[in-house]
């Protein structure tokens, strides 16, 4: 990624966490840190499933060897799963509901106040599409995205950092295991956005046609110039280009994905190996 895409997509950032703060001060601030929260909780979750599994080897003590180990476990579970609920289903949700209802006025606003000559460019509805069909969606989730990244990265040296206490070597093992699948998910992003934004103007006519189709008078025009299959043929043509370049990328990306999930399973195993030494 070059120095400008890498200024550009910061400015993008600060630029949607300065909006979403807008909207809602609150409920950025309680959404963002629970996803924090819930990023770290799969430490503690270990923790206590280690316990309970430990627990079994004892159970000739006593029952109750094993029951307060599943109770914790039990009870951490059950915090954890109304926490996410109450992150995704309600918090979340609101929040999601008033950032587009913010963005859809503003993109509007802006829109209705541009000069008519502007709005007739191809150039111009292409890229009115590309917002409509996604930036709008990406700038809600902005935000969220860096509040996992955080969480998880977090996370990540949290349990590293627990790891290099045992084995310094471990912990490289964990974190170096990681980078692999950061890497080959910024080039599937990237992949994704390409083709996206190479069939703008082919969606552009996509969802003309298919709204002629919806429309009464203009379908009884078709059917009366006997255009019906023209059209249909191009909406056909349009459909296959894009389940054919949608499974491209996804081809391409079947071997890395691969070689990520064995080099992850690889670097687990090298981190089990220097803290049994």
């Known amino acids: 990624m ?12 600060w630029w949607s966490i300065i909006k979403s703060l807008k909207v809602s001060p609150f409920l950025f601030a309680v959404e963002n840190i629970t996803t924090i929260i819930l990023s770290v909780f799969f430490i503690v979750y ?3 499933q280690g316990n309970l599994i430990n627990s079994f080897s004892k159970i000739h003590d006593g029952i109750w060897i094993v029951i307060i180990p599943a ?26 509901q008033k950032q587009e209802k913010y963005y859809t006025q503003l993109f509007l606003h802006h829109y209705s106040s541009l000069d008519i000559g502007r709005i007739e460019q191809s150039d111009f509805q292409d890229l009115k599409n590309k917002v409509s069909d996604r930036a709008l969606w990406q700038l809600q989730r902005l935000p969220n995205e860096l509040s996992e990244f955080v969480g998880r990265s977090f996370a990540l ?12 070597l471990a912990a490289l ?10 890497v080959v998910e910024v080039l599937y992003t990237k992949a994704r956005r390409k083709v996206w934004d190479g069939l703008t103007t082919e969606r552009r006519a996509f969802w003309s046609m298919r709204s002629s189709f ?7 025009e078709l059917i009366i110039s006997n255009r019906t299959k023209a059209f249909l043929d191009r909406i056909d043509s349009y459909l296959s280009k894009e389940y054919k370049v949608d499974f ?30």
């Open 2 to 13: 070059k120095i400008d895409q890498i200024k550009s997509t910061l400015s993008l950032l």
């Open 214 to 220: 919806e429309s009464k008078k203009t379908i009884q």
């Open 157 to 168: 040296f949290l349990g590293a950092g627990i790891i290099f206490a045992i084995h310094p």
């Open 46 to 48: 270990s923790k206590l």
């Open 173 to 182: 093992f964990v974190v170096v295991g990681t980078i692999p699948a950061f």
């Open 248 to 277: 491209g990328v996804e081809k391409k990306f079947i071997v890395p994905n691969i070689l990520v999930k064995i080099i992850e399973t690889l670097s687990i195993g090298g981190a089990l190996y220097f803290i049994r030494l």
């Open 71 to 96: 109770i914790a476990l039990l009870s951490f579970t059950v915090l954890r799963d109304i926490l996410s609920y109450l992150n995704w289903s309600l918090i979340g949700s609101i929040q999601r």
